[in-house]
T-cell receptor
Framework: GQQLNQSPQSMFIQEGEDVSMNCTSS?????WLWYKQDPGEGPVLLIA?????ELTSNGRLTAQFGITRKDSFLNISASIPSDVGIYFC??????????FGAGTRLTVKP | KAGVTQTPRYLIKTRGQQVTLSCSPI?????VSWYQQTPGQGLQFLFE???????NKGNFPGRFSGRQFSNSRSEMNVSTLELGDSALYLC?????????????FGNGTRLTVT
């Protein structure tokens, strides 16, 4: 179920701007995952993080696994219109249970 | 590799009916999880199957059930449908045989109960 605090809930930005969103929890996670969901589609895995402190990039996306294992952030640089969608964080506990954030709805104005 | 495939994509049912949704995981993935997604509640975990056995179950009534076949394909059944069951039902598969096995989602089945 949903037990991650994801912020912001929504963002309205201009094309070309950078974006930052994060997730926090009181629980310690084994893995942090970031997904993007377009309308009418399922969430697509963007980045997976497996070690505390790990910083991973996927094109214009960069995500980090917090040192405390209780948080993660996702940055998108130089946003483009196709970045529009809902971004979800997910944490995987050591027993493989998953927790999800409520999502950040991103709108990019051309 | 083909992704997670869910059928049907859309379904309209009336209250009291029952429905079966199908999910074919990524080849080689033995774990299949089901989630209900609604605007108000977000992603809610229903259950997980691994090697034909239910490993975890979320907090949903007994009207929601599932099963997994020997080829890892899974089905989810909802009986005596209620209006509140209208949602996007997502299936996700993972390898689950290593620590680094993230969930990969299908495009979901949009169920509307009238």
């Amino acid at each position: 179920g949903q037990q991650l605090n994801q912020s912001p809930q929504s963002m309205f930005i201009q094309e070309g701007e950078d974006v930052s969103m994060n997730c926090t929890s009181s629980s310690i996670f084994n893995t942090w995952l970031w997904y993007k969901q377009d309308p009418g589609e399922g969430p697509v895995l963007l980045i997976a993080l497996y070690k505390a402190g790990e910083l991973t990039s996927n094109g214009r996306l960069t995500a980090q696994f917090g040192i405390t294992r209780k948080d993660s952030f996702l940055n998108i640089s130089a946003s483009i219109p196709s970045d529009v969608g809902i971004y979800f964080c997910a944490g995987q506990l050591y027993n493989n249970d998953m927790r999800f954030g409520a999502g950040t709805r991103l709108t990019v104005k051309p | 590799k083909a992704g997670v495939t869910q059928t049907p994509r859309y379904l309209i049912k009336t209250r009291g009916q029952q429905v079966t949704l199908s999910c074919s995981p990524i080849s080689g993935h033995r774990s299949v999880s089901w989630y209900q997604q609604t605007p108000g509640q977000g992603l809610q975990f229903l259950f997980e199957y691994f090697s034909e056995t239910q490993r975890n179950k979320g907090n949903f009534p007994g009207r929601f059930s599932g099963r997994q076949f020997s080829n890892s394909r899974s089905e989810m059944n909802v009986s005596t449908l209620e209006l509140g069951d209208s949602a996007l039902y997502l299936c996700a598969s993972s390898a689950r045989d290593s620590r680094n096995s993230p969930l990969h989602f299908g495009n979901g089945t949009r169920l509307t109960v009238t």
